[in-house]
């Protein structure tokens, strides 16, 4: 046990020397001296005088500038008697000792020790009890070479030191600077760590004490603070240097040669490490955010002490989390408190941000006695750390009066001073859209069809709207008569509601006492917090609402609890924007940007975006409207909506005998928590109880309530102006729309400094206004009220639904294979009614919609997908739905038709109807003009006529076309006709159109319209031709199933493989779907199903190999570079052609449980970036991702010039919608935006970035496969695929590229 002596003696000097040294005093001005002691944490009060510190009766001397000497004396000391012991232990071989290998810590983790077991030399700091006793884990033999080895490093380091101090000592005589009024403490660690780390601790060590004497105490000058930075990147240069760190393999020249041409690019996505622990933070700042929300501010202390303590936790806080607190004791002028926060902040090595800096301003801005010289040392700090005043102005966030209080206190040292304009312009080049951005003068931005005065009351509306989170609306079943049984029920309903209501009420507030007087640890997380954002009265209404809007079937334990969770935030972040005194500000921005759109103001030559960053500007007094809330993790949002779910089952209860008083009078509940298989998974589900159905059916209720963000937006939305605000006035909406929990997307796009032209054609789309066509929306409502139509997509009510049979399985007359039969029966009018069901209300809350908005103009607010395709944010009625929604929406703003406006409705209508695809555009109108009579009529009599519209591929959007033309036809001048209708021009086969233009492929192109032909050629058929060829000459050669083929292959058969194949559709997929056409044909031969579709895939597959050459290199190229980069550890990653950054978030599955009292949620996570990646997914998603992305970028491309013309302009996806009118200039822009995209370098950027991506750097080390995988990579990323000789400006002349 000697040596363990020696190591305890070692400690007790160290904590000697600590103990004279650790004292830090921290000044303030206007409020005495604080001075607080480095070893336990404490904060005192002390004299005037700052040069004693008074603790437990003790006083020491502050260290003066011979400590550093000293300092270096006493380890020299214990070198010696470390030495001397060492070698008294190597001549006593005799003896065996055990020992633990102990690392001393700095003054800060007094209390705690570093041990490391020999298995394990990089083993994280362990947890001691709060007396600070050594505790040692694991023991081996001694091994007195590691300890010489040891020394021999800690005298290298003492030599460096020593010499590093003699340096900094003539560098402080040379740059003299202002004398410190306090501590001359040198920034240094206050002993040795003994340990083969001892550089790392050395230099963090040093960052850490450059904060010890921060706003809060006198510092030196930025300049010595320099020096010293600079001198230790000297001392510890050498290790980053040495050869062990060095490749020392050859490489291939062609390799070295790539290497060496890449250029070291900043990576878009963070750091692995950083992320790691993402989740961690983002869990504990939204449980911080909540307390501090709630005014639980000694429950939050608590906590973030709790965290702060144990250095396990301290690891995964970061500054912003210190900032809630610091935050909120600002908002008291609590200085002191902040005092101790930044303590805590330096003692997790962490410095202070802008954030920091700024809420201590508006603490001294809050302090009426705050005396300059404190604002002046809180200046010089910043300035110390390459931070300015006019920084926190411009980045940082404000909330109520926070930005007036950092303004007092400038005011204080500076009583004229005033933020400089920002001079940041947006920093970013792309060769697409850079003449759409600078060469304006021939811009013509369309207004809206509004008064100024008519969309500042539109916003006003939506604003209520918006406040009460929800909205109650007429249902479309409400013009059925009330019977006497219909009210009964309604009545019941009611007075049920009321008594559940209280019952929730009295349930949530005795689980909240429960909750907030449980004895739990402060570190851990509870939900208490987050049942105290909302009044009591609002969780219960959400809870009620949700029970109103169940399905008979029941539903997901985990759905309902996701959308209970996500209500309850969409409340709260309302609430925070109420508190932060947002909605004054927002108001008045808005009645100013309304003059960019109004058509009664000037004209103004900016894009939506600019203008509503310019109003922010101008009126940068008060909060920030983009506060910088957390997101709530998905986690936390089920657990709190399982809790809730757990509150109603166990609380609401209804009279068995309810509706047959005959019974015995007995609560039941009305919601049972059941489990139920899908597949081989069993889930929980949450069934109401039959009593409840029954009731709700019979009622018949005649309203909706349904959340804000459902409904469509009464006013334009606001502009993205950047990734975080935008769309909603109040309700918060993601810019991108992705996986719950994902989080890498986000982070690509903090980072994105091209992201404007993005955010301008998702302006451009919200901002297109609609209206309803109300005429055809009463024939829809109609048939829907009365039985519904499956042929013209109705659903039919439920009273169509198969009866359930009924039968005892317990019946001896019943043979088994009869209960067999009865019970799959059973199961499937199961499955056929909650199918009915969810067509239904589908249906109805569509149709319901649509008849509430059916006297109002309305907006669409879009989002994007990860690939940059783009959607509208209202998830039931929107343009993207079905034909029925798109067939009842119409442009709100008229234009009149013009010469060729009425051909093209025309052609549109027989476009709708899926006949004469193969005709020319002359064809097809002179088809349209044979069937005037047939259009009439359907326009005049749709449901008592002849019904020709009903025969169409979209019958309801057939029928309004009709409707439209039958109008114009018979105006006095069809050419003035004022059409409200939109036209749409559809991309042929769009995936393997960009992939032709990317190959310059010339058949191909040919096959998918980019090349001029007099009439449109069909890729389907031409494939289906191909295949037909090759079938026939297998079968001359004696195949028999090629025989048995023999006039059964059609361009239906075909038509789904070659539509997906471009989307990554594999040989299996291709044979499943072959597979389900051929068994549509009743003459084929079922037992050559499978035979056929095997020997028909790979046809298909040779047909296209043949026809688009270059697609099919193109597409094995993504393909394998996807695989490579996957095995090797990484995630595919891109930008877009108009600088959109794309990650594919596919990783290996795993699971995470929610734990809860009513049941463990079994969460399968394949988005997780601490996963490895998925292989097969990156590599099979790649392709179509990437064509994805392309299309999306063709789209905005088209929007964005669509809308400097001057044209209305919506699209989905590939097909593009404006008036007629414009159809020719649209199809004009639509062609020319396609060129420019395609003769961008989009493949040869491609493998640029990904080269600088993953191949940026040394070889990779490891074992040989490694090594060739990583030379593979590189040179696959380099040889772009070949491409043909298709001249792309064929395409401008082409009509049917989109027709």
């Not at 989080?743 to 955010?759: A, F, M, N, R, S």
């Not at 690939?867 to 929604?885: E, M």
């Not at 996807?1122 to 978030?1145: C, D, F, N, Y």
């Not at 989905?1212 to 396609?1234: G, I, S």
Request: net charge positive.
């Amino acid at each position: 046990m000697s040596l363990l002596r020696v190591c305890a003696f070692a400690k007790c000097l160290s904590r000697r020397s600590l103990l004279e040294r650790c004292a830090v005093r921290v000044c303030f001005a206007d409020s005495g001296q604080l001075c607080v002691s480095r070893g336990t944490g404490a904060v005192r009060r002390i004299s005037e005088t700052p040069l004693h510190l008074q603790r437990r009766n003790v006083s020491f001397g502050l260290p003066k500038k011979e400590d550093g000497k000293k300092r270096v004396l006493e380890q020299s000391q214990l070198l010696d008697v470390l030495e001397a012991r060492i070698l008294q232990l190597q001549s006593d071989v005799a003896v065996d000792v055990q020992h633990a290998k102990v690392q001393f810590v700095n003054a800060r983790s007094i209390g705690k020790v570093k041990v490391a077991s020999d298995r394990d030399p990089k083993s994280t700091p362990s947890d001691i009890p709060k007396s600070g006793k050594t505790v040692a884990k694991g023991t081996s033999e001694p091994k007195p070479s590691r300890w010489m080895e040891k020394l021999t490093k800690e005298k290298k380091n003492l030599k460096k030191w020593q010499q590093f101090q003699v340096k900094l000592q003539k560098n402080v005589k040379e740059k003299p600077t202002a004398k410190s009024k306090g501590s001359s403490l040198l920034p240094g660690t206050s002993h040795k760590t003994i340990s083969t780390t001892a550089k790392k601790t050395m230099t963090k060590d040093l960052n850490k004490r450059h904060h010890a004497t921060s706003i809060f105490a006198t510092t030196t000058s930025a300049t010595a603070a320099a020096g010293k930075a600079a001198m230790l990147q000297k001392v510890f240069k050498g290790h980053q240097n040495h050869p062990q760190n060095q490749v020392s393999r050859q490489e291939p020249a062609e390799v070295a040669k790539l290497q060496k041409s890449l250029g070291k690019t900043e990576s878009l996505q963070e750091d692995k490490g950083e992320i790691e622990c993402g989740e961690i933070q983002k869990s504990i700042r939204s449980y911080l955010e909540a307390c501090v929300f709630a005014g639980h501010i000694e429950k939050a202390h608590r906590f973030l002490l709790s965290q702060h303590r144990l250095m396990k936790r301290r690891r995964l806080l970061n500054t912003d989390i210190y900032n809630i607190m610091i935050r909120m004791w600002a908002k008291k002028g609590a200085l002191n408190q902040i005092g101790r926060v930044f303590i805590m902040l330096e003692d997790a090595g962490l410095k202070p941000n802008l954030g920091s800096y700024c809420y201590v301003l508006e603490c001294m801005g809050r302090n009426p006695d705050c005396s300059p010289k404190t604002v002046v040392r809180c200046l010089t700090q910043m300035a110390e750390d390459g931070l300015s005043v006019d920084d926190v102005f411009h980045q940082c966030s404000f909330r109520e009066d926070e930005r007036d209080m950092v303004l007092k206190a400038m005011h204080i040292v500076e009583p004229d001073y005033q933020p400089r304009p920002s001079t940041t312009t947006d920093k970013w080049s792309l060769p697409l859209v850079e003449d759409l951005y600078k060469k304006r003068e021939d811009h013509r931005y369309p207004k809206l069809d509004f008064s100024q005065m008519d969309l500042q009351e539109r916003f006003k509306h939506q604003l209520s709207i918006e406040e009460a989170c929800t909205i109650t609306i007429d249902s479309v079943e409400a013009s059925k008569p009330i019977t006497k049984n219909v009210a009964r029920m309604r009545q019941l309903l009611a007075d049920q509601r009321v008594q559940w209501q209280k019952t929730l009420l009295q349930a949530l507030r005795e689980s909240k006492m429960i909750l907030a007087n449980t004895n739990t640890k402060d570190y851990r997380l509870n939900l208490y917090p987050y049942l105290c954002l909302l009044e009591d009265r609002d969780y219960v209404d959400i809870m009620i609402q949700s029970i109103a809007n169940m399905s008979p079937s029941g539903e997901s334990l985990k759905v309902l609890a996701r959308d209970l969770g996500n209500r309850v935030y969409t409340k709260y972040c309302v609430r925070q924007k109420h508190q932060n005194q947002i909605l004054e500000k927002l108001g008045n921005i808005y009645n100013a940007y309304t003059e960019l759109l109004a058509k009664d103001t000037k004209e103004f030559g900016l894009l939506p975006r600019e203008h509503w960053c310019l109003l922010e500007k101008k009126q940068n007094s008060g909060p920030t409207l983009q506060g910088g809330e957390t997101n709530w993790l998905y986690s936390v949002t089920l657990e709190l909506g399982t809790y809730m779910v757990d509150l109603m089952v166990k609380s609401l209860k209804i009279n068995g005998d309810i509706l047959n008083p005959a019974y015995d009078k007995k609560l039941i509940p009305i919601l049972y928590h059941m489990y139920a298989f899908r597949s081989t998974r069993q889930i929980g589900f949450i069934k109401p109880h039959p009593i409840l159905i029954q009731m709700q059916q019979e009622a018949m209720e005649t309203k909706l309530t349904f959340d804000s963000y459902v409904m469509p937006m009464l006013c334009p939305p606001v502009p993205w102006s950047s990734i975080k605000f935008g769309a909603y006035l109040l309700t918060p909406t993601k810019l991108m729309r992705t996986v719950d929990g994902a989080t890498q997307h986000d982070t690509l796009l903090e980072k994105c400094q091209t992201i404007y032209p993005v955010l301008d054609s998702l302006n451009q789309l919200g901002n297109c206004a609609w209206k309803i066509n109300k005429r055809l929306l009463d024939i829809i409502i109609s048939i829907f009220n009365d039985r519904g139509s499956e042929k013209l997509d109705i659903p039919p009510p439920l009273s169509e639904a198969p009866k359930m049979p009924h039968f005892n399985p317990q019946d001896p007359t019943l043979t088994s294979s009869e209960k067999a039969h009865l019970k799959r029966e059973a199961v499937n009018a199961r499955r056929k009614y909650s199918e009915m069901y969810s067509l239904r209300m589908s249906s109805l809350y569509k149709l319901s919609i649509a008849n509430h908005m059916r006297d109002e103009i309305f907006w669409f607010p879009h989002s994007m997908d990860f690939r940059g395709r783009t959607y509208p944010c209202p998830p039931y009625f929107n343009h993207l739905g079905s034909d029925v929604a798109r067939a009842i929406l119409v442009f709100a703003e008229g234009k009149p038709l013009g010469p060729k406006g009425l051909d093209w409705l025309k052609i549109h209508l027989v476009n709708l109807t899926g006949l004469k695809k193969r005709e020319s555009l002359q064809g097809r109108l002179e088809y349209a003009n044979t069937i005037m009579e047939d259009i009439l009529d359907s326009a005049d009599n749709p449901l008592d006529g002849n019904k020709w519209w009903m025969n169409a591929d979209e019958p309801w959007q057939a029928l309004a076309c009709c409707m439209e033309i039958a109008n114009a036809a018979r105006s006095p001048d069809p050419t003035q006709f004022i059409s409200h209708f939109p036209v749409h021009q559809d991309g042929s086969c769009n995936g393997l159109q960009h992939y032709a233009a990317l190959g310059r492929d010339v058949i191909g192109a040919t096959s998918v319209n980019l090349m001029p032909c007099e009439v449109p050629q069909d890729v389907y058929s031409g494939v289906a031709q191909q295949v037909e060829e090759f079938r026939a000459r297998d079968a001359a050669n004696g195949l028999k199933i090629a025989q048995v083929l023999e006039g059964f292959i059609s361009r239906k058969v075909v038509k789904q493989t070659v539509m997906t194949v471009v989307y990554g559709v594999t040989r299996y997929g291709g044979r499943l779907q072959i597979e389900k056409r051929l068994k549509e044909i009743d003459e084929f031969p079922k037992e050559h199903v499978w035979d056929a579709s095997h020997y028909l895939v790979r046809l298909v597959f040779s047909g296209l190999k043949e026809m688009f050459t270059g697609t099919r290199e193109i597409q094995d190229w993504l393909t394998e570079s996807a695989r490579l980069i996957s095995k090797s550890g990484h995630t595919v990653e891109w930008l877009t052609p108009l600088g959109l950054p794309v990650v594919q978030p596919y990783h290996r599955t795993r699971h995470q449980v929610v734990k809860s009292l009513m049941q463990h949620i079994n969460l399968k996570i394949s988005h997780d970036i601490k996963e490895r990646p998925d292989t097969v997914k990156q590599k099979n998603a790649f392709p179509p991702n990437f064509i994805h992305s392309l299309d999306s970028t063709h789209m905005m491309l088209t929007a964005l010039h669509c809308f400097s013309a001057g044209l209305t302009f919506v699209s989905v996806h590939d097909c593009f919608w404006t008036h007629a009118l414009t159809v020719d200039t649209m199809n004009k822009v639509c062609r020319e935006q396609f060129v420019n995209l395609h003769s961008q370098p989009i493949l040869k950027e491609l493998s640029k970035f990904l080269l600088e991506k993953y191949c940026d750097g040394p070889l990779a080390e490891g074992t040989d496969k490694k090594h060739k995988e990583y030379l593979r990579l590189m040179q696959l990323l380099a040889k772009v695929p070949q491409t043909g000789n298709f001249d792309l400006q064929r395409v401008k002349e082409s009509t049917y590229f989109f027709s």
